[in-house]
């Protein structure tokens, strides 16, 4: 250890012998083994609950239900002998109760002459009225809405027919939610054809609680204006609506669809036999001309039971019914429900 002296090299020998003793105490140390890996085990997945069975129609509950309808007497080819509905038929099951009407018109039904709620009190009191005077049948509330409406003049397209904006649609439905109530939407075609105005509608009645009606009394197809002479569809435009309805409802797999078809007159209605019943669809023929008792009783024998489809349906009229003296009140549910076939649909204008 030259150039050290002998002080600094006895303090580094030393670090020197501490350092080693360091290290063998290091090795003599034990070191803790690791702590073994606890597995998680995860709870077993529980299997998702089985699918819920396919609805099924209650066909014991329809048959009773027709003859019901049709005071448990089958006669005049009453009740009609047609395929069982698709499950979720609102017919027979229900009697619907509903008012009709434009919001841009207090003079095309009472849908458009009250304030919104002031129309929707009245009409629950309706469907009330008629669930008290038919217990069997549960009774429930629509709003039936003119989305297409005939026009006096030509307009657009020289079609004579004016679609309404589908605000007013989307209103309808709104207030519908509000009294748990089902929407038609009626289309009066003027100069124009049904299969023009339906498929416009698509998006609508692509849902469960949206159907449709067609008018023929506007259906012009002598090409003369609408209201001048009384219109007409053919057993052709019924089935072409019935189909169209009969596609949505396989293509969005949804409850049977209704089809009204308004009329009070033969003419109305052009080669009855040829119309076609489907699964997805039940028909109603719905009696629609106004005037006093006799005269409405009398229009519904000649244009909707002697011609029998399906089902039947009976318009009544705040204002016009009760137009000719000495009627000053409207027929009650009790007077209505003695008709033969009894109507499952009731329409207020």
């Not at 395929?83 to 009407?101: D, K, Q, T």
């Not at 005939?150 to 009294?179: C, H, V, W």
Request: hydrophobic share 40%; charged share 20%; with cysteine.
């Amino acid at each position: 250890m030259r150039g050290i002296g002998r002080s600094a090299a006895k303090v580094l020998f030393g670090l020197m012998l501490a350092g080693c003793s360091n290290s063998e105490a290091a090795k003599k140390k034990k070191v803790p083994a690791p702590e073994p890996v606890k597995k998680t085990v995860e709870a077993p997945v529980p299997a998702p609950p089985p699918p819920p069975p396919p609805p099924v129609l209650d066909t014991e509950r329809y048959n009773k239900l027709l003859m019901h309808m049709v005071h448990d007497t089958a006669k005049l080819h009453w009740p009609v002998k047609t395929e069982y509905p698709l499950p979720g038929a609102l017919l027979p099951f229900n009697r619907i109760i509903a008012y009709y009407g434009n919001y841009y018109s207090n003079r095309m039904g009472i849908l458009g002459e009250l304030p919104p709620d002031d129309m929707l009190k009245k009409l629950m009191g309706e469907v009330k009225a008629w669930q008290a005077a038919d217990t069997m049948v549960k009774t429930i509330p629509a709003l039936h809405y003119i989305v297409v409406s005939a026009q006096g003049s030509p307009g657009k397209g020289n079609t004579y027919r004016l679609r309404m904006p589908f605000t007013q649609i989307d209103k309808t439905l709104e207030l519908a939610k509000k009294i748990d109530a089902i929407v038609f939407l009626d289309i009066q075609v003027g100069l124009s054809t049904l299969q023009q105005e339906i498929p416009q509608l698509e998006q609508y009645l692509a849902m469960p609680n949206v159907h449709l009606a067609i008018d023929p009394e506007f259906s012009m197809k002598s090409g003369k204006k609408p209201g001048t002479v009384i219109g007409t569809f053919d057993a052709e435009d019924i089935n072409y609506a019935t189909k169209y309805l009969a596609d949505l409802v396989k293509q969005h797999n949804l409850p049977p669809k209704i089809l009204v078809v308004h009329r009070f007159t033969k003419g109305m209605v052009t080669n009855y036999k040829q119309i076609k019943t489907r699964p997805e669809v039940q028909i109603v023929m719905d009696m629609d001309g106004w005037g006093f008792p006799a005269k409405k009783v009398n229009s519904y024998k000649l244009a909707v039971v002697s011609e029998p489809i399906q089902f039947t349906g009976f318009k009544l009229f705040y204002k016009n019914d009760i137009k000719t003296p000495p009627w000053k009140t409207i027929m009650k549910p009790e007077d209505v429900l003695k008709l033969y076939p009894k109507p499952m649909y009731i329409q207020y204008q």
